[in-house]
């Protein structure tokens, strides 16, 4: 009947416009838990003390953006991990990045932000669109791509999914790849690094890494 049809079609839009209205979700991962913390910086500092100060301002760069954060337990579960995004936007999964054992002694050699998508997330292309607005925002504040993930010899020879913002493919991360929302992994940086462990831990730098992490994320959702 005309009359239901055109009623059907009112609340049909008016719950898109609610939902529109809504602030937009970000679920933040803080990579690693207490029973795998990943691994180790130069001071012997663990990945996921680091990973919790950057998730933390990120969390405060996110909200005065005017964006809903939704942090997520340090379950050492994926599949709990998985679940606790659902319904959010985005997925991002934060994490701070080492260097292959052979080159422990050369760590210098190794700096800089990467970027990992999915291409089995359900949000692929979504994810991809996010991952390229935060890696161009990090740019764009002095930050800068590494490359030795996409090396033969130096990293894993590593797919490009956008080069230009220091973006890669991988499928074998299992947030990423079965987050039920788009979803990006961000390694902040090379803590087997020294000197970019230092900048890693400095307050200021690390603030101005989450705030362009923030303007990217808001850059890419609708």
Do not use: W
């Not at 809504?22 to 996921?48: C, F, K």
């Not at 680091?50 to 990120?58: G, K």
């Not at 959010?88 to 800089?112: C, E, K, Y």
């Not at 390229?132 to 002095?142: E, M, W």
């Amino acid at each position: 009947m005309p009359f239901l049809r055109s009623a059907s079609l009112i609340s049909r839009a008016s719950r898109t416009l609610a939902a529109r209205l809504l602030p937009l979700l970000v679920a933040i991962d803080i990579g690693h838990h207490p029973a795998e913390p990943g691994s180790l910086s130069v001071s012997g500092r663990a990945e996921l003390e680091f990973n919790r100060d950057l998730a933390f301002d990120l969390q405060a760069a996110l909200d005065a953006a005017g964006l809903q954060i939704r942090m997520l337990d340090t379950d050492e579960k994926i599949e709990a991990r998985v679940k606790a995004a659902e319904g959010a936007d985005l997925l991002v999964s934060i994490h701070h990045d080492t260097v292959p054992p052979r080159f422990t002694r050369d760590a210098r050699q190794f700096s800089g932000f990467a970027l990992f998508v999915s291409r089995e997330n359900r949000g692929a292309a979504k994810s991809l669109a996010c991952a390229s607005a935060i890696g161009a925002q990090l740019k764009g504040v002095g930050f800068f791509p590494s490359r030795f993930h996409a090396d033969e010899v130096l990293g894993e020879s590593r797919e490009f999914a956008d080069a230009a913002n220091g973006v890669h493919y991988q499928d074998e991360l299992a947030l990423v790849r079965n987050a039920p929302v788009p979803a990006v992994l961000i390694e902040a940086g090379v803590i087997a690094n020294r000197e970019e462990e230092m900048r890693l831990k400095h307050p200021v730098l690390r603030r101005r890494f989450a705030e362009a992490v923030a303007r990217g994320v808001k850059q890419c959702l609708p």
